[in-house]
Structures are given as structure tokens and as C-alpha cells.
């Protein structure tokens, strides 16, 4: 799945002419969905290297192509996570952003197999 950055806003959700994060007219790969009551999100890599969760309203979805490693989880009633099964584990994220070396191989290996599906 990919998706195309068509504006930007603010953390206050104001519209915003720049961004370090992202750049409109670019068009990113999307690792996971994010569904919970009230709030949807999508975690890609913009601009910066570091993985993050961005509005859905600030994307248009320029390929639909839904990567084989992807699986649906529910932790809760009404949160719904569609992503790579490795990186739903309890833990993976905080380890991911803690640099452990584990988690930031398991990362690269699933964001590969994301891209491959889709490049």
C-alpha cells in the first residue's frame, strides 16, 4: 500500500506549508494501519529515517497493493492493528526505538518484504 502526502497540518491540526516529516507530492510506503475508536493512523517513513504515525486525511492511496506479511491483531474491542506479525509483539516498538539490535533487524527484514510487495 502506498499513499501520496497531499497536505500538510500541524500537531494542532492546522494546515502547515512545511514539514521536516513529510513532503507533498511524495509518495510513501505504508507498514501499518492503525484503527481504534475515533482514530485511524497510518505508520510509514516520511522524510525522516525514523519511523512515525501520520493522519490518514493527509494521504491520498495511490496503490491499494496490501503486503503478503501483513495479518490483522486485535488487543482491545474496536483497536485494530494491520501490519507485519513480527512487529505486534509485546515490546517490539519500545525495543525498536531503544536501537536494540534484534528489533531493528526484524524491522529492516519486514520493511523490505513491504516494499518488495509494492515498489
Known sequence: MKVRCVQLKNWRGEADERTSWLKVGSVYHVLMLLIEPGRTMLRLIGEEPSPALFQP????????????????????????????????????????????????????????KIVAADP
Open 57 to 112: 486525511d493527509l494521504f491520498e492511496v495511490v496503490s491499494s497493493a496490501i503486503p503478503s506479511n501483513w495479518v490483522v491483531k486485535s488487543t482491545k474491542p474496536g483497536f485494530l492493528e494491520f501490519g507485519p506479525a513480527a512487529w505486534s509483539g509485546t515490546g517490539f516498538w519500545t525495543a525498536y526505538f531503544d536501537r536494540k539490535a534484534d528489533a531493528v533487524a526484524l524491522f529492516e527484514e519486514e520493511k523490505r
